[in-house]
């Protein structure tokens, strides 16, 4: 116990001493962190959320036009040198990058970009440009789908018009029939003779097609419903807001790049005390 304290007094005794050199070498990390934290300009995070767009397959399930990973290579290998091969062309650019993430368990897509307040215009338009290029090729994917399933929808529609016309007619003529069944039966009513048997039978065949019409109007209604949910459910790639600021800037801030500073001057300050007493007493035992 007693080595321990004075070792902790010699340890002191050695930072009182060159208290000097602790002093400068402080003084010189807080100056470089202020003016550091002075001079450093302020950096916000640009984000672009895309939703992806959806389709259904022939088999009636919803899917991804792409999937998110492939859409990620893609932007990186074509829609970003794209967009920048344009800003270039006409006479504007951006230094920062892109980055691009895809939030697990989403179908979200997050494009993200650093720069300064100044650079807002110049991420904008970037940012616009691999929106727009993303969304006009997945639009033509959707679109195929959409229309397959329009076509399909049209056709369904125009079969249930013309058998509910159908089914018009046929009960027109089941209630002439009807009609005519029930003279017949009066007119032979007290009579041995029963009403036409051929009557009877006509009625009957145009009840039975009734039924048939009608079932098969309810068949064409059910697919036409599974028809406007797989519609429903084809959605196109967007993205609602563009290149949105952050609210609060990148980075650790000036007031805490400033006490950084001064923690990291109080280390190196205590490092350089140290080696400045060892350096001491080696040209002292040099000189005995």
Not at 182 to 201: C, F, H, K, N, T
Request: charged fraction near 25%; proline fraction near 2%; glycine fraction near 8%.
């Amino acid at each position: 116990m007693a080595d321990d304290e004075i070792s902790l007094v010699e340890l002191w005794g050695v930072l009182v001493r060159r208290r000097k050199t602790l002093a400068v070498v402080l003084a010189l990390c807080v100056i470089i962190g202020g003016v550091t934290a002075l001079t450093s300009v302020e950096q916000y995070e640009y984000s672009t959320t895309v939703e992806l767009g959806h389709t259904v397959t022939v088999a009636g399930e919803r899917a991804l036009v792409e999937p998110a990973a492939k859409v990620q290579s893609k932007l990186k290998e074509y829609y970003l040198p794209l967009a920048v091969d344009v800003m270039k062309d006409s006479g504007s650019g951006y230094a920062g990058g892109v980055d691009v993430k895809v939030p697990r368990g989403s179908d979200l897509l997050v494009i993200t970009s650093k720069g300064t307040a100044n650079d807002e215009e110049a991420i904008h338009r970037l940012q616009t440009l691999i929106v727009d290029s993303m969304v006009g090729e997945h639009s033509s994917l959707t679109e195929d789908s959409l229309n397959a399933f329009q076509e399909e929808y049209a056709l369904l529609e125009s079969q249930l018009k013309d058998h509910k016309e159908r089914v018009t007619m046929l009960k027109k003529l089941n209630a002439v029939l009807e009609n005519k069944l029930g003279e017949s039966r009066s007119e032979s009513s007290g009579a041995i003779e029963s009403p036409d048997a051929g009557l009877i039978q006509a009625v009957a065949y145009n009840t039975v097609a009734i039924m048939t019409g009608e079932h098969y109007l309810l068949d064409y209604q059910s697919r036409m419903l599974a028809q406007k949910i797989k519609l429903a459910q084809i959605t196109p790639t967007r993205a609602e807001v563009v290149a949105t600021r952050a609210q609060k800037p990148t980075g650790i801030g000036r007031l805490a790049t400033l006490v950084l500073a001064s923690i990291m001057g109080l280390f190196i300050g205590i490092l350089a005390a140290f080696f400045h007493e060892f350096l001491g007493k080696a040209r002292s035992a040099r000189a005995n």
